[in-house]
Each structure stands twice: as structure tokens, then as C-alpha cells.
């Protein structure tokens, strides 16, 4: 099993510029979660899904975010335009049911 | 929504001696609470867990203990050593949902 698949591992852009950040869940798992790391505010939830539904996006920080799960082996985070405060450690994480999580290998993300 | 504090923020032991790191959370729907090792650069990776049904469990050198009355839960490290150094958190899935919250993370540092 190759775990969880993000990619790119580094992104560095301009400030304006769209990002996406991609990810590759464990196969045969049917929950996948966005997470946003910082010094300051920790592990935050962006979004999660289940079977390819969003169920939960109440922390997108805002409307420049946006993800999408198109089938059970892809999602995508997008971030238009984005800005410096952006900059973090985005990790996907998938789950089975009631699972523990399994993080993939983040993308460390750099808005200058 | 559910709220997790975890203490301290840094802990440094000397090789060898215990280290204990707690978390309290509020939401008494709660019934699955993991503690994930994330090392410097790296993903945060499951090392324990417990479920609401338990009052304890171990794992070698680790362990987890749960008062589900009291809404507090705990990781304990025996015999610690140098490798045990990295950043522990705690979480907590949200009653009801597959929503993973996560505590601030601890810094633990074992000197050798």
C-alpha cells in the first residue's frame, strides 16, 4: 500500500496566483480530509468528504478556497488568487468508516 | 463544535524518565480519541488510540488512559529515549461525525 499521495510536495508562488494541491487517498477508503498546518493555528479541518461527498467545509477560511473530489482516488485544493497568509503545511489524510486517519506526506506551500 | 486542550505546549525529560501529556474536551458525544507522533518535516502518524468502551490501554512503552466522566485523556511515555522527541497531538472525532479535532500539539524534547 502506498498510502496516501499528495503532490506537489513544495509549491512556491506569487501572491495572485492559483495553487492546487493534490491528493491520492488510501484505495478502498471512503472518507478523505484537507488539513492546514501553522505555527500559530495548529492542525485545522479544512474539509472533509465522504464517498466523494463534501460533508463538512466550515473551515475553508474563505471563498478563495475550494476542493473537489471527483471520484474516489482524486481530490483537489484550490486556492485563487492566493495571498502570503496562505502559506502553510497542507496535508490529505483518508479513512475507512471509523478508522484511524492516515496522513499523506503534505505539500508545504510558500505564497511570496 | 468540539473543543480539545492539550498540556503542556513543551515538555523536556531527561533519557529514561516518564513524560505525561494531557488533553480535556467538551463534547461528552465523543467516543474516539488518537494521539498522533509527527516528527520535524514529516506527517503526523497514529502511534495509540483508545475508544470510549476502555478505561486504558498500552503499547510497550506507551499508553493511553481515558476518564470519560471527567472528559480528559492522557498519554504516557515510559523509559523515554532520544527518538521519542517530536511534537504529540491528541484529538478527538467530534460527536455524531468522522470530524477529527485536533489539540495544539507538545514539544517533546528527551535529552540524552
Known amino acids: 500500500d502506498a498510502g496516501v499521495i499528495q503532490s506537489p510536495r513544495h509549491e512556491v508562488t506569487e501572491m495572485g496566483q492559483e495553487v492546487t494541491l493534490r491528493c491520492k487517498p488510501i484505495s478502498g477508503h471512503n472518507s478523505l480530509f484537507w488539513y492546514r498546518q501553522t505555527m500559530m493555528r495548529g492542525l485545522e479541518l479544512l474539509i472533509y468528504f465522504n464517498n466523494n461527498v463534501p460533508i463538512d467545509d466550515s473551515g475553508m477560511p474563505e471563498d478563495r478556497f475550494s476542493a473537489k473530489m471527483p471520484n474516489a482516488s482524486f481530490s483537489t485544493l484550490k486556492i485563487q488568487p492566493s495571498e502570503p497568509r496562505d502559506s502553510a503545511v497542507y496535508f490529505c489524510?483518508?479513512?475507512?468508516?471509523?478508522?484511524?486517519?492516515?496522513f499523506g506526506n503534505g505539500t508545504r506551500l510558500t505564497v511570496t | 463544535g468540539e473543543n480539545v486542550e492539550q498540556h503542556p505546549s513543551t515538555l523536556s525529560v531527561q533519557e529514561g524518565d516518564s513524560a505525561v501529556i494531557k488533553c480535556t474536551y467538551s463534547?461528552?458525544?465523543?467516543?474516539?480519541f488518537p494521539w498522533y507522533k509527527q516528527e520535524l518535516g514529516k506527517r503526523p502518524q497514529l502511534i495509540i488510540d483508545?475508544?470510549?468502551?476502555?478505561g486504558e490501554k498500552k503499547d510497550q512503552r506507551i499508553a493511553v488512559t481515558l476518564n470519560k466522566t471527567a472528559k480528559h485523556f492522557s498519554l504516557h511515555i515510559t523509559e523515554t529515549q532520544p527518538e521519542d522527541s517530536a511534537v504529540y497531538f491528541c484529538?478527538?472525532?467530534?460527536?455524531?461525525?468522522?470530524?477529527?479535532?485536533f489539540g495544539k500539539g507538545t514539544k517533546l524534547t528527551v535529552n540524552p
Open positions: 483508545i475508544r470510549s468502551n476502555v
Open positions: 484529538a478527538v472525532f467530534q460527536g455524531g461525525s468522522e470530524k477529527l479535532v
Open positions: 489524510a483518508s479513512s475507512f468508516s471509523s478508522s484511524p486517519l492516515h
Open positions: 463534547d461528552s458525544a465523543s467516543n474516539y
